[in-house]
């Protein structure tokens, strides 16, 4: 079976069917990056200080319902909290988020940082990165379609 040569494209219809894959490409990754980390999947960073905390009253993982104590300077005051977690060693010094509005008194509720400082910057930048690497890809393919032959490189 033979596939007839396509007649010549005019510049504007060449143009035309090279911009629209680019354009979209492009629009693609200007829309992801306005809206931002959550369109990614990824997480923005918990609303809290960390500071550095010291396991006073250990818990055993066995026990339902684990809460440890720790204690933490906040603001040049040392602080009491609960640390939902198990398993720490006493005295075992870890690293804990305060929440934004801690009362100025009594116990405050502390939590575990998600991921250590640093690691969750770079998944923002790759993510998009990649984004923009299969629009890339999507275009080179388009790219080779219109100017083939006008048979697919499949049945080829």
Do not use: N
């Not at 300077?73 to 988020?97: A, F, M, W, Y």
């Amino acid at each position: 079976m033979q596939v007839s040569e396509p007649p010549h494209k005019s510049p504007v219809k060449r143009g035309l069917q090279m911009g629209i894959p680019i354009a979209v490409g492009v629009l693609v990754v200007v829309l992801t990056w306005l809206a931002g980390p959550g369109l990614l999947s990824i997480q923005a960073k918990s609303p809290g200080a960390p500071v550095d905390a010291r396991v006073t009253k250990a818990v055993d993982c066995s026990v339902p319902g684990a809460a440890e104590s720790v204690s933490f300077q906040l603001g040049g005051k040392p602080r009491e909290g609960t640390l939902d977690s198990c398993g720490h060693g006493k005295d075992e010094h870890l690293q804990v988020l305060v929440p934004d509005d801690a009362p100025a008194d009594g116990v405050i509720s502390v939590t575990m940082p998600d991921t250590t400082a640093g690691a969750q910057d770079l998944r923002a930048p790759i993510a998009l990165a990649l984004l923009v690497f299969a629009c890339f890809c999507g275009g080179m393919y388009a790219y080779l379609v219109i100017r083939g032959s006008g048979k697919l490189a499949l049945l080829s």
